[in-house]
Protein backbone atom coordinates (compact mmCIF):
# COMPACT_ATOMS: atom_id res chain seq x y z
CA UNK A 1 0.00 0.00 0.00
CA UNK A 2 1.24 3.02 -1.26
CA UNK A 3 2.18 5.97 1.70
CA UNK A 4 1.56 9.89 0.71
CA UNK A 5 3.54 12.26 2.36
CA UNK A 6 2.77 15.81 1.48
CA UNK A 7 4.93 19.07 1.78
CA UNK A 8 4.67 22.12 2.84
CA UNK A 9 4.16 24.13 -0.58
CA UNK A 10 7.78 25.97 -0.18
CA UNK A 11 9.87 22.96 0.69
CA UNK A 12 11.09 23.37 -2.98
CA UNK A 13 12.96 26.18 -1.47
CA UNK A 14 14.61 23.67 1.38
CA UNK A 15 15.99 21.01 -1.12
CA UNK A 16 17.63 23.46 -3.25
CA UNK A 17 19.51 24.45 -0.29
CA UNK A 18 20.23 21.08 0.87
CA UNK A 19 21.63 20.23 -3.05
CA UNK A 20 23.56 23.21 -3.11
CA UNK A 21 25.41 22.55 0.05
CA UNK A 22 26.50 19.63 -1.64
CA UNK A 23 27.93 21.67 -4.30
CA UNK A 24 29.81 23.65 -1.57
CA UNK A 25 31.12 20.39 -0.48
CA UNK A 26 32.51 19.44 -4.03
CA UNK A 27 33.93 23.30 -4.28
CA UNK A 28 35.97 22.65 -0.71
CA UNK A 29 37.06 19.19 -2.02
CA UNK A 30 38.52 20.93 -5.82
CA UNK A 31 40.14 23.62 -3.34
CA UNK A 32 41.74 20.61 -1.01
CA UNK A 33 43.01 18.75 -4.51
CA UNK A 34 43.85 21.86 -6.03
CA UNK A 35 45.89 22.45 -3.55
CA UNK A 36 47.56 19.30 -3.11
CA UNK A 37 48.34 19.16 -6.65
CA UNK A 38 49.82 22.56 -6.42
CA UNK A 39 52.61 21.91 -3.41
CA UNK A 40 53.07 18.11 -4.50
CA UNK A 41 51.20 17.12 -0.86
CA UNK A 42 50.12 13.13 -2.30
CA UNK A 43 47.39 11.02 -0.37
CA UNK A 44 46.28 10.50 2.05
CA UNK A 45 48.40 12.89 3.74
CA UNK A 46 46.04 15.29 5.50
CA UNK A 47 49.05 18.15 6.57
CA UNK A 48 51.69 19.40 4.25
CA UNK A 49 53.92 17.78 7.00
CA UNK A 50 57.98 19.49 8.01
CA UNK A 51 59.30 18.32 4.87
CA UNK A 52 56.79 20.36 2.44
CA UNK A 53 56.68 23.01 4.80
CA UNK A 54 60.84 23.68 5.00
CA UNK A 55 60.62 23.52 1.44
CA UNK A 56 57.71 25.57 0.56
CA UNK A 57 56.36 27.83 3.90
CA UNK A 58 53.35 28.89 1.72
CA UNK A 59 52.01 24.75 1.78
CA UNK A 60 50.35 25.44 4.88
CA UNK A 61 47.50 26.30 3.13
CA UNK A 62 47.04 23.17 2.21
CA UNK A 63 46.31 22.17 5.86
CA UNK A 64 43.99 25.32 6.24
CA UNK A 65 41.73 23.97 3.42
CA UNK A 66 41.87 20.62 4.29
CA UNK A 67 40.76 21.54 8.08
CA UNK A 68 38.14 23.82 6.79
CA UNK A 69 36.77 21.00 4.45
CA UNK A 70 36.83 18.63 7.78
CA UNK A 71 34.78 21.14 9.63
CA UNK A 72 32.38 21.33 7.07
CA UNK A 73 32.28 17.43 6.65
CA UNK A 74 31.74 17.47 10.48
CA UNK A 75 28.72 19.45 10.66
CA UNK A 76 27.02 19.14 7.40
CA UNK A 77 24.73 15.95 8.99
CA UNK A 78 23.40 17.91 11.98
CA UNK A 79 23.14 21.17 9.18
CA UNK A 80 21.11 18.94 6.63
CA UNK A 81 19.11 17.22 9.47
CA UNK A 82 18.03 20.25 11.18
CA UNK A 83 17.63 22.01 7.80
CA UNK A 84 15.25 18.92 6.73
CA UNK A 85 13.15 18.84 9.78
CA UNK A 86 12.87 22.62 10.29
CA UNK A 87 11.37 22.67 7.02
CA UNK A 88 8.77 20.74 7.63
CA UNK A 89 7.29 23.06 9.53
CA UNK A 90 8.88 25.83 8.67
CA UNK A 91 10.48 25.77 5.36
CA UNK A 92 11.02 29.14 4.57
CA UNK A 93 12.80 29.81 8.13
CA UNK A 94 14.85 26.65 6.86
CA UNK A 95 16.07 28.06 3.53
CA UNK A 96 17.03 31.13 4.44
CA UNK A 97 18.55 30.29 7.31
CA UNK A 98 20.15 27.07 5.41
CA UNK A 99 21.42 29.70 2.75
CA UNK A 100 23.01 31.55 5.40
CA UNK A 101 24.46 28.90 6.70
CA UNK A 102 26.43 27.97 3.63
CA UNK A 103 27.05 31.82 3.03
CA UNK A 104 28.53 31.68 6.39
CA UNK A 105 30.70 28.14 5.52
CA UNK A 106 32.37 29.77 2.50
CA UNK A 107 33.18 32.55 4.02
CA UNK A 108 35.04 30.32 6.85
CA UNK A 109 36.81 28.65 3.81
CA UNK A 110 38.22 31.85 2.17
CA UNK A 111 39.31 33.11 5.64
CA UNK A 112 40.55 30.36 6.55
CA UNK A 113 42.57 29.62 3.18
CA UNK A 114 43.83 33.08 2.28
CA UNK A 115 45.33 33.79 5.49
CA UNK A 116 47.11 30.62 5.51
CA UNK A 117 46.76 31.06 9.00
CA UNK A 118 44.48 28.91 11.34
CA UNK A 119 43.87 31.87 13.75
CA UNK A 120 40.56 32.40 15.14
CA UNK A 121 40.64 35.60 13.96
CA UNK A 122 40.91 35.00 10.37
CA UNK A 123 37.93 32.85 10.38
CA UNK A 124 35.65 33.70 13.19
CA UNK A 125 33.56 35.70 10.84
CA UNK A 126 32.02 32.92 8.82
CA UNK A 127 32.38 30.59 11.84
CA UNK A 128 29.83 32.92 13.52
CA UNK A 129 27.41 33.22 10.97
CA UNK A 130 27.43 29.58 10.30
CA UNK A 131 27.21 29.00 14.12
CA UNK A 132 24.29 31.04 14.71
CA UNK A 133 22.84 29.97 11.65
CA UNK A 134 23.04 26.24 12.69
CA UNK A 135 21.45 26.82 16.55
CA UNK A 136 18.66 28.64 15.03
CA UNK A 137 18.20 25.64 12.43
CA UNK A 138 18.44 22.80 15.76
CA UNK A 139 16.40 24.84 18.11
CA UNK A 140 13.62 25.10 14.98
CA UNK A 141 14.36 21.55 14.15
CA UNK A 142 13.53 20.79 17.90
CA UNK A 143 10.14 23.16 18.39
CA UNK A 144 8.79 21.63 15.22
CA UNK A 145 9.46 18.28 16.04
CA UNK A 146 7.67 19.22 19.51
CA UNK A 147 4.96 20.15 17.48
CA UNK A 148 4.46 17.49 15.27
CA UNK A 149 4.45 15.09 18.93
CA UNK A 150 1.32 17.50 20.80
Not at 88 to 111: F, H, K, M
Not at 113 to 132: D, E, H, L, W
Request: charged content about 10%; hydrophobic content about 45%.
Amino acid sequence: MPTTIVLPDNYGLVLGVAVSSLFVNFFHVMKVVNLRQKFGIKGPAVTAGPEHLKKNPESKVFDCAFRAHANYTENLPSFLTSLAITGLRYPTLSAVAGGIWILGRIIYLYGYINTGNSAVKSRAPGFIIAAYTQLVLMCSAAYAAYTFIF
